[in-house]
């Protein structure tokens, strides 16, 4: 089980940081993924960190979004910095894997939305 924490509405070039909880999972064993999704479209994965710290970003986020993990508090953040309209979403925390596409625990994630 995932909640996430942090969203908002920001400016575009501001910053959120993202927070999210996971239950029930031996979480330092997963590789974990911060997602995204916009209406009428599915889950996009825009930044993972596997269980030994490497991380991966989409392109359009790489060097304004930085995912972190801290597994004595199963947590998972996402610092996104410099946002811009585009990213505007409803950004959710799951585990990362081949089959990603069909993960089914979803959380109710965290509305992000950047506008002037």
């Known amino acids: 089980q995932f909640e996430e924490f942090g969203g908002g509405l920001v400016q575009p070039g501001g910053s959120l940081n993202l927070s999210c909880i996971a239950s029930?999972?031996?979480?330092?064993?997963?590789?974990l993924g911060w997602y995204r999704q916009v209406p009428g479209k599915g889950h996009e994965w825009v930044a993972i960190i596997s269980n030994d710290q490497t991380t991966r970003y989409i392109e359009s986020v790489k060097g304004r979004f930085t995912i972190s993990r801290d597994n004595a508090q199963n947590s998972l953040y996402l610092q996104m910095n410099n946002l811009e309209p585009e990213d505007t979403a409803v950004y959710s925390c799951?585990?990362?894997?081949?089959?990603?596409?069909?993960?089914?625990?979803w959380g109710r994630g965290t509305q992000v939305t950047v506008s002037e």
């Open positions: 029930g999972l031996r979480f330092s064993t997963y590789h």
């Open positions: 799951n585990r990362f894997h081949s089959g990603w596409r069909d993960l089914q625990d």
